[in-house]
């Protein structure tokens, strides 16, 4: 079975940073694209970076220029560097994983991760 573990959350300051980081766990062979979704309360779930096998990367506009979204493929990990953050950016974060393939040649459309919160507070 494949699981995804994020961990980094937590409390900031406006303007601070926080890294966090989800492995990816299973048996696998290989996973399409990994990123990082949050939902924050009373609003819909929302994408936040992706990245590809092939390192090819997108943002939500909200986050450009202050997130970056990186992953190691050898570790089947996925990293999400959050700089310069605001307040807006309090949400639960979840962690993705597209198109799954594990070494048993099981396949995986979507696995997610159990989440972890992150607050942007003074």
């Known amino acids: 079975q494949v699981q995804l573990v994020e961990s980094g959350g937590g409390l900031v300051q406006p303007g601070g940073s926080l890294r966090l980081s989800c492995a990816a766990s299973?048996?696998?062979?290989?996973?399409?694209?990994m990123g990082w979704y949050r939902q924050a309360p009373g609003k819909q779930r929302e994408l936040v970076a992706r990245?590809?096998?092939?390192?090819?990367?997108n943002y939500a506009d909200s986050v450009k220029g202050r997130f970056a979204i990186s992953r190691d493929n050898a570790k089947n990990t996925v990293y999400l560097q959050m700089n310069r953050m605001k307040p807006e950016d309090t949400a639960v974060y979840y962690c993705n994983a597209n198109g799954v393939v594990t070494i048993g040649l099981h396949r995986y459309r979507e696995v997610w991760g159990q989440g972890t919160l992150v607050t942007v507070s003074s």
């Open positions: 299973g048996n696998i062979f290989s996973i399409n694209a």
């Open positions: 990245i590809t096998s092939g390192t090819s990367t």
